[in-house]
């Protein structure tokens, strides 16, 4: 009886079957959709708050990317670091030194913020308020101020009204509390945007969240409003990332992007170059999924104003 060779017994079996050779179709078709996606700027600032008190949810990896992303749509995005580890002013590739004017000189001292903002060599669109570790100490200091909730908020509507060049986005990351630091970043924005990481206890924490962003309208700032919840580090071969992707979109319908950003190697690699992951690695997919991300931000925005008009 004559045996099969090699093949005619690998007949049956194709590449393009694999769950490889799917991914990689997956990230083919979304590269060439993001190529030929048209988006129009509002010509408005989006002043945006990242905010989510419970830590490693990718806060900074998100506003970092983001800001990166809206770069590469033609967007001019200023970052202002105020957390006082200073990651996003190390993914930005700018100097954050003990000796580098910061966003504390701008808090504390009531420096210009014109005065601290660096130019990110990435692009010359990309711009950072640096952090440095004199924030660390802000929040004792604060206490004590006057207008202290106020501070940063003065210092962006001054840096906005005297700017020669439009800026269309102001990303603040904050640090992983909710403390005067946060609290200031909630008054000087009118959006909110909440990273959520696809993980067990995605949602602890967050009612306490939102508890302090309904006393910030009240008190401090209504124009402060949830506009974005993005879910960060989904592993697709798990139950429970698509459990918990499920479980948010269920709570936030309205809020919650249709991208999600996938845990990726590229994603966590690119900080340790002083590179967004957008520079790093454009075409990866957690560089992908960011730029997807921009892509639906910016879009959703110019819905609302046609429907608002």
């Not at 700018?94 to 808090?107: I, M, R």
């Not at 504390?108 to 308020?129: G, H, K, M, R, Y």
């Not at 640096?130 to 207008?147: C, F, N």
């Not at 210092?155 to 640090?175: M, Q």
Request: contains cysteine; aromatic residues 4%; glycine residues 6%.
């Amino acid at each position: 009886m004559k045996q099969p060779d090699e093949t005619e017994a690998s007949a049956s079996f194709s590449f393009d079957d694999t769950p490889l050779a799917r991914e990689l179709a997956d990230l083919s078709a979304r590269r060439k959709a993001l190529e030929s996606a048209e988006v129009e700027l509002s010509g408005r600032t989006r002043v945006v708050t990242v905010s989510n008190q419970k830590g490693g949810v990718g806060k900074t990896t998100t506003t970092v990317n983001l800001a990166a992303a809206l770069v590469d749509r033609g967007a001019r995005v200023l970052v202002i670091d105020l957390d006082p580890q200073g990651n996003a002013s190390t993914a930005l590739g700018v100097p954050h030194t003990a000796e580098t004017p910061s966003v504390y000189d701008v808090l504390i001292d009531e420096f210009p913020l014109a005065d601290i903002v660096q130019t990110s060599p990435e692009s010359p669109d990309l711009l950072c308020a640096p952090s440095t570790i004199h924030l660390a100490g802000a929040e004792i200091e604060l206490v004590s101020q006057v207008a202290r909730e106020h501070r940063l908020r003065t210092a962006v509507d001054d840096y906005l009204a005297n700017l020669d060049e439009r800026l269309d986005f102001i990303l603040i990351d904050c640090p992983p509390s909710l403390g005067l630091l946060t609290i200031n970043a909630f008054t000087a924005a009118s959006e909110l945007l909440i990273p959520i990481q696809c993980e067990y206890y995605a949602l602890e924490g967050l009612s306490q969240l939102l508890g302090t962003v309904r006393m910030i309208q009240k008190h401090l700032n209504p124009e402060l409003h949830l506009s974005t919840i993005i879910l960060t580090m989904y592993d697709a071969r798990t139950r429970l990332a698509q459990q918990v992707a499920d479980e948010v979109r269920e709570h936030f319908p309205r809020e919650v992007l249709g991208t999600v950003i996938p845990r990726s190697v590229r994603v966590s690699e690119a900080p340790s170059f002083g590179q967004t992951v957008i520079a790093y690695d454009g075409q990866s997919a957690g560089a992908i999924a960011y730029r997807e991300a921009a892509v639906e931000i910016i879009r959703r925005d110019s819905a609302s104003n046609e429907g608002g008009a």
